[in-house]
């Protein structure tokens, strides 16, 4: 691999070896990635979002990019293989690093200490996947003390039919930074019997805040497997927040989070939209390995038509005078459709203080002929009260990104039901 760093491509001959063992996931349903062509970078680049075809401008912009970069510090758009627009915005803070992060490991010798820390290597096939076949990624990075108003919106597209993408990831934080960071991915109309697999790895410094938003819109024959991973030092504060809009083949999306600083903190907001055939497994996980750590899960989902839906949420109390809360809600809008809840918690310390909610059921018939008596159709009543359901309020949120989003889903809820 000529330019790269000898640990660099060491690493990707032992993911290699791994990837031989074939370990497959935890959860959800298996995939066979020999059956998809990993999607190489062409060379393709391009001077201006607007440069991008009219079908793909669509598609970008219905998953919270913004083509003129308005209220954006940043972009990185990833098509297939290729990083084809990369750039920052004039009021970007001085501090604030955007990059590929395959350009970042040729002159950083230093990432080597980010390298599959927060995201383990050994995972599973996927994480293995990843570190054998990573073909681009976004570096963001963000100096000590940097506070970044606006947000930077990466996004992931997929066009190229019987293909996988393979992105990694490595978002940095240091001590007393602030950052947010918005993701699109989306596939196009053609797209067909593709699959993206991921890793993305997070490290929040001390005192450091971040929130990231994630929206996916895929094809309904698209597999999706991203594997996350986040460190949070000391009085950190991390925010992940996932919007899944459109039917899809199959994911599994499982964020783990490792509280390591006394006072460190993480939250996660899901809200699934389960439509047609699709199987989801998705939740979060997170560890509270210091004092005063807290953590707050909430995972909402609407399950339509023959979608299968599993909530996931773990909370492990290692230290005392730790909180965490988890709340996993389903709302069946469909004979045929399926959820399920899986809330986990575990303490090792007497003086942890963990609590969960879990709920599966359907709309209320009083619920919906009073709505009815008060003029609304049943669709109308219906759809009125998921989008209540999925409360889009979303903390952590700028007001403009916050009405941003509120949009999107509404608009998706109306169109599915």
Known sequence: MKGFPEWYVRRRSVALRLLKRNKPSRHGPDLDLSAYEVALPEGARLTDLSELPSEALGTVQNVGVRSDERYRSGTYLQYDGDVVYLALSSRAEPGLVVENILEAVRRREWLRRFWFRACPITLDKFTAFVGAHETAGAFIWCRAGTRVEEPVQVCLYMEKKGSVQVPHNIIILEPGS??????????????????????????????????????????????VRPRTGAIVEEGGRLMLNYVLLSPVASIQFY???????????????????????????????????????????????????????????????????????????????????????????????????????????????????????????????????????????????????????????????????
């Open 178 to 223: 602030s950052l947010h960071v918005i993701t699109g991915c989306a596939t196009a109309p053609s797209c067909v019997r593709s699959a993206h697999v991921a890793c993305t790895e997070i490290y929040v410094g001390r005192k450091a805040e971040f929130t990231w938003t994630m929206i996916h819109a895929w094809r309904p024959d698209t597999h």
């Open 255 to 417: 964020p783990t989070v490792i509280l390591l600083g006394r006072g460190a903190s993480v939250g996660f907001r899901n809200l699934i939209l389960g439509l047609r055939h699709s199987i989801v497994d998705a939740g979060s996980a997170a560890v509270l390995n210091a004092e005063g750590a807290r953590s707050e899960i909430m995972s909402r989902a609407l399950v339509k038509d023959e979608a299968d839906v599993r909530l996931r949420g773990r909370l492990w109390a290692r230290k005392p005078s730790v909180r965490g809360h988890l709340e996993c809600r389903a709302l069946l809008l469909g004979e045929q459709a399926r959820a399920y809840a899986y809330p986990s918690l575990r303490a090792d310390t007497r003086e942890a203080e963990l609590t969960h909610e879990a709920a599966i059921g359907r709309i209320a018939e009083e619920e919906l002929f009073y709505l009815m008596s008060r003029g609304l159709t049943r669709d109308e009543a219906v759809a009125l009260m998921s989008k209540g359901f999925l409360d889009t309020d979303i903390p952590g949120l700028p007001p403009g990104l916050r009405a941003e989003i509120e949009e999107l889903v509404e608009a998706t809820v109306e169109h599915a039901l």
